[in-house]
């Protein structure tokens, strides 16, 4: 394919459930995010919205295969479909255009077409009918081993009418989903590892925009830890956008849980204030929920028990979108959004600094809230502490 020829995208998106006024948001959210997207492509970009459709023109040179992915981490987007134009100089040249347009992109000409034209600018001399019967003839003359199906073609070939004329007959697939911003705020729960990167990407996916918490606990976990968790909020905000990464120190929590509670309940325990904290900062941000990497059954902190204590320390809905995924299924999503490469270099976390020999598996939300009670004394004022040095990365 000579992807020079290309100036401008037809971006498609699924219109289901995207009706009345919806519609019109849907629409605008999809044109910001892709502006954004473009931003870091490079080159510069024309993005329009006109009679239901988005286009994407350049102005000017532009890596075409950069681009395409940009547009490709868009969510919203369900196909990308490269155009090429020219000016309308009458319809014996929009035939030559159209004789050379399928002669540089398909060198096989055996294959069936379909002309499919569309007029935005009723002052043009043929309806759309007319336009597919002629360029079909000129076709079918020049290229004698191509033949048309209007039900099944090989190749649909789009021609639209508009201030110039405009044609494509490839679509390049989107990531499907929403537009980032329809869906309103959440919170993610952003460890190092290779599962709640996923988790917020799921989340997102569906239009809803992230900002992100880490527990950081210096010096038992180090600077290069954390530069990890900022490179994975780079890597989700190429799809969510810009990120707000709050990094809490949870070090003198942890060490406090470690000092009064038995060390089998040390990880549920932390996790519910890992749940409480984020709580609290998300009720500040307008954030709407809460999002974890958690599976059933991955680890003993994950058991249905552990995830019952886990869900009761906070009220806002919880989302955890991997819950049934088992772990290839949780790599293989994170090595197409490109994050596993950097969730599994071997930097410690948080909690696996302090786990047990034998944490408990099947915690009983009681025996767990008895031993809370023992932190009685100081936790209220570590968190406050915790909550007053909540260090703000902004991520994009
Ligand atoms: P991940 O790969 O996402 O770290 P995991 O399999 O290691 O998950 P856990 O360590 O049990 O699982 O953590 C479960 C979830 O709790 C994580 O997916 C994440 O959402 C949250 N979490 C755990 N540790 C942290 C942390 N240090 N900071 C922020 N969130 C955390
Ligand atoms: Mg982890």
Redesign the pocket.
Known sequence: MNTGLYKAFLIKYAEIGVKGKNRHLFEEALVRQIKYALKKAGGSFQVTRTSGRIYVEAIGEFDFEDVVAYLQAVFGISGICPMVSMADEGFDQLCDFVVKYVDDLYQDKHRSFKIAARRSRKDYPLNSMEINAKVGEVLLETYPDMKVDVHNPDIMIHIEIREKIYMYSEVIPGPGGMPVGTNGKAM????????????GYMIAKRGVKLDA?????PPY?SDRAKQK?VDLARQLSRYAGPVYLHV?N?TDIQLYIYEKCPHEEL?IIM?RY?MRI?EHIAGETECLGL?????IG??A??TMQSLAATDDACQMPVYRP?IGFDKMEIVKVAEQIHTYET?IQPFE????IFVAKHPVTKPKLSVIQKHEKMLEDKIEQLIQTALETDEIIIVS
């Open positions: 993610l729960l952003l460890s190092g590892g290779i599962d709640s990167p996923v988790a918490v880490y527990f950081h606990a976990t968790v809490i949870f990880t996790r890992m984020a999002i974890t990497g958690e599976s991955q680890v902190s994950q991997l969730s976390d948080c909690c696996t």
